[in-house]
Antibody, heavy 118, light 103 residues
Framework: EVQLVESGGGLVQPGGSLRLSCAAS????????MHWVRQAPGKGLVWVSR????????SYADSVKGRFTISRDNAKNTLYLQMNSLRAEDTAVYYC???????????WGQGTMVTVSS | EIVLTQSPGTLSLSPGERATLSCRAS???????LAWYQQKPGQAPRLLIY???SRATGIPDRFSGSGSGTDFTLTISRLEPEDFAVYYC????FGGGTKVEIK
């Protein structure tokens, strides 16, 4: 079964750090570009970051640039999001997603909740 | 950065009715990169349409996408009970969403 499973979310204080993981299975992970998307409680979807298939190219939303780092380990079939200097406005469910074609995301994880609060 | 504006914000319809959702881009976009998603409470989004008009695997043919340039439309020909949800368009960023609710 093709699936993505996120982990690593939790409660963190403002200014703290967290690393999210996204474990891929059922497909050849190294062939696909991957993205992180977040959704604050009761709000819409917001694109966060993307990485190309071999990890050589990354891109970030302005709101997280300089604080978040996307990476991948193709040998472990795992995508990561290192989040530093966390703010209250980073509170959200974080989803990883696979690019199908163009920029369409055909496979999504179940999401992991990140809460930034003192 | 391209901004996607979805309208209406909420659509109140009855099962069996036709739903027409709009997505307008702040500048012309490549149709190959326009997608639509459905999201139900507590669930991850699900890809419905990619390339502006191609249905994703397993998506019923009551869902259709159209448009080009700056104006795109998602149409649900006859609403089924399971279609009441929030719908998002996406290019690189996402639109704000349209909630389709039961009237």
């Amino acid at each position: 079964e093709v699936q993505l499973v996120e982990s690593g979310g939790g409660l963190v204080q403002p200014g703290g750090s967290l690393r999210l993981s996204c474990a891929a299975s059922g497909f050849t992970f190294s062939r696909y570009w991957m993205h992180w998307v977040r959704q604050a409680p009761g709000k819409g979807l917001v694109w966060v970051s993307r990485i190309n298939s071999d990890g050589s190219s990354t891109s970030y939303a302005d709101s997280v640039k300089g604080r978040f780092t996307i990476s991948r380990d193709n040998a472990k079939n795992t995508l990561y999001l290192q989040m530093n200097s966390l703010r209250a406005e980073d509170t959200a469910v974080y989803y990883c997603a696979r690019v199908f074609t163009g920029n369409a995301f055909d496979i999504w994880g179940q999401g992991t909740m990140v809460t930034v609060s003192s | 950065e391209i901004v996607l504006t979805q309208s209406p914000g909420t659509l109140s319809l009855s099962p069996g009715e036709r739903a027409t959702l709009s997505c307008r881009a702040s500048q012309s976009v490549n149709s190959s990169y326009l997608a639509w998603y459905q999201q139900k409470p507590g669930q991850a989004p699900r890809l419905l349409i990619y390339g502006a008009s191609s249905r994703a695997t397993g998506i019923p043919d009551r869902f259709s996408g159209s448009g080009s340039g700056t104006d795109f439309t998602l149409t649900i020909s006859r609403l089924e009970p399971e279609d009441f949800a929030v719908y998002y368009c996406q290019q690189s960023t996402f639109g704000g969403g349209t909630k389709v609710e039961i009237k």
